[in-house]
């Protein structure tokens, strides 16, 4: 296997930077110069050490815990010692938990040919691996039915060698477990169909370091372990002494009818009128004017309804014949005459 830093930083000097290689199985340590911790924007809460106990080859990793913060949970280490023509990236990596549909990033990569500060970003999202611009959101594959089948999703708990190539010519190759990933290529001899969002806009990669950890972007949290890490212009494949291996990939392939639709349309919904109509109130008359004659009050003055209109019917002597919000009668019997009381009272006298 590869030896803890196979070319030190004076030896990368005496070599083309198109040649450059720099590999490390941590047998040796973590020298913290070399691969340092990168966090940008932002630190709260994730990790990153050597762990002893778990490994894909030797007895040594790198173990990397992202926070519970969020995307300021997140936490890298890596190498700024990058060829400057093509690249190729290999490394071992193991998830504690299978990736979900959050969309996570477990390597990022300053990108000079987005904008200032942004990334290129190798993660997941709806359960399969992908590349995701951050400058404008592109991803690639498209994340359609289709496209997601057209990736993988690695299991958990499992080792799987991740390799990639950024081509000097922006066409991206990708392997995983030895096997070629055709949903994530793109340009070059790709024949992948599934990069329309990717493809949409001329685009070369030219990034300036590698890193390895975590960061997530709706609060998913996860711990992956890193091994055996290269970084070379040219392919260093999954085996040792470079040589790529030939054994079936363990990730699985999402199949198009399982992908259900991202996008859930919302019933319209009609809503109850907030306005509420306020009853007109016929206000009691203020003033009552007594009759000066004895002759005692028809009994049909207390019965008489408002549903008559004032062209078909006459109020009998002293009933009501007028005021604000008064439907009835509006004419008095013969013999008597319709007498305003108040605005809200007229009465037949």
């Known amino acids: 296997m590869f030896r803890s830093l196979a070319l030190t930083a004076a030896g990368l000097s005496l070599l083309s930077p198109a040649l450059a290689q720099i590999t490390n199985d941590f047998e ?53 010692a990058v060829p400057s023509g093509n690249v190729y990236v290999r490394t071992w990596f193991k998830a504690d938990k299978a990736f979900t549909n959050d969309h996570i990033s477990f390597i990022i990569m300053p990108d000079a040919a987005e904008a200032t500060g942004k990334h290129l970003r190798f993660g997941a999202m709806d359960e399969i691996l992908m590349y995701n611009r951050e400058d404008n959101d592109a991803t690639l594959p498209d994340l359609s039915p289709q496209g997601i089948a057209s990736s ?17 010519d ?22 992948n169909t599934n990069n329309q969002g990717w493809s949409r806009a001329a685009y070369t990669p030219k990034i300036s370091a590698v890193y390895f950890g975590w960061e997530a972007y709706a609060g998913a949290v996860n711990t992956l372990w890193y091994d055996d890490i290269a970084v070379s212009g040219s392919r260093i494949g999954c085996g040792a002494g470079g040589s790529s291996s030939s054994a079936a990939p363990t990730t699985t392939a999402k199949p198009t009818t399982t992908a259900a639709p991202t996008t859930t349309v919302k019933p319209t919904t009609t809503a109850a009128p907030t306005t509420t109509v306020k009853p007109t109130t016929t206000a009691a008359p203020t003033t009552t004017v ?51 009381s108040n605005d809200y009272y007229s009465q037949c006298l």
Do not use: M, R
């Open 170 to 191: 922006g066409s991206i190759e990708t392997w995983v477990d030895s096997a070629a990933v055709s949903g994530l290529s793109t340009g070059g001899s790709s024949t």
């Open 28 to 80: 040796s340590g973590w020298d913290q110069t070399t691969w340092a911790t990168y966090a940008p924007d932002c630190n709260q809460g994730g990790t990153v050490a050597l762990d002893s106990t778990v490994s894909h080859s030797g007895k040594n990793s790198i173990k990397v815990t992202g926070g519970s913060n969020g995307y300021c949970g997140h936490i890298f280490f890596g190498t700024t």
């Open 290 to 340: 007594k009759p000066t004659t004895t002759t005692t009050k028809p009994a049909s003055s207390t019965t008489t309804t408002a549903a008559a209109t004032s062209s078909s019917c006459a109020s009998p002597k002293y009933g009501q014949c007028g005021g604000q919000g008064w439907n009835g009668c509006k004419t008095c019997a013969s013999g008597s005459t319709c007498k305003v």
């Open 152 to 168: 993988v999703g690695p299991a958990a708990q499992t080792w799987h060698c991740l390799e990639y190539h950024l081509g000097t």
